[in-house]
């Protein structure tokens, strides 16, 4: 079993079947996710770097917990039950303060798929969608700050554009200096004009 949390929220659609799928007597924690594709690893083999194509801001780091016990790198390549209780979360490092999260979604729609992927940031009191596209570091906005440029270095073919939306809804033209209040979800979309 597995559960993904992030700021209180549960994301794990699907993620058990990815894991019954790869187990096998005597497989590793870290074999075990890796091989789901749900969690990849740092080149050490160390630090999560991203789980269910969610990555964490710089303040943030993954949590991993089996049978409700927090797991360091060190025991990863312990082997694991077939009855496992997998919990991974994010939380600030340290983990002094409560999470209040921002998700910022990149959606490439059914052309460009490689370009889905979350980002799960840190809420600031003064925190609009114009600051948050300007403070990740893979979006490129025009020099206006009104339009986006390009996401992950992707320009949008003549035929696309990029939408924007909060909690789903459409955002405005006006809507760049909207605060954004904790776990609203921003999402980049990749459509055809």
Do not use: C
């Not at 993904?4 to 074999?31: F, P």
């Not at 801001?57 to 209780?85: D, F, I, P």
């Amino acid at each position: 079993m597995l559960s993904l949390l992030v700021g209180g929220n549960t994301l794990d659609a699907g993620l058990e079947n990815k894991l019954s799928g790869v187990y096998r007597n005597g497989i590793t924690i870290m074999e075990l996710l890796k091989g789901s594709g749900i969690v990849v690893f740092d080149e050490e083999g160390k630090h999560i770097r991203s789980v269910n194509r969610i990555s964490l801001s710089h303040e943030l780091e993954w949590e991993l917990r089996l049978n409700g016990k927090v797991t360091t790198a060190a025991e990863w390549n312990q082997v694991v039950e077939n009855n496992a209780k997998f919990t991974i979360s994010a939380h600030t490092a340290g983990g002094e303060e409560v999470l209040q999260p921002i998700i910022l979604a990149v959606n490439g729609g059914n052309r460009q798929t490689e370009l889905t992927h979350s980002y799960v940031m840190v809420h600031t009191e003064d925190l609009t969608v114009r600051s948050l596209l300007k403070k990740s570091r893979f979006i490129r906005m025009a020099e206006d700050n009104k339009t986006l440029v390009s996401v992950l270095d992707y320009k949008p073919l003549s035929n696309e554009m990029w939408m924007l939306q909060v909690n789903g809804k459409p955002l405005l033209e006006s809507g760049m200096d909207m605060k954004l209040r904790p776990q609203d979800e921003l999402e980049v979309n990749l459509v055809t004009r």
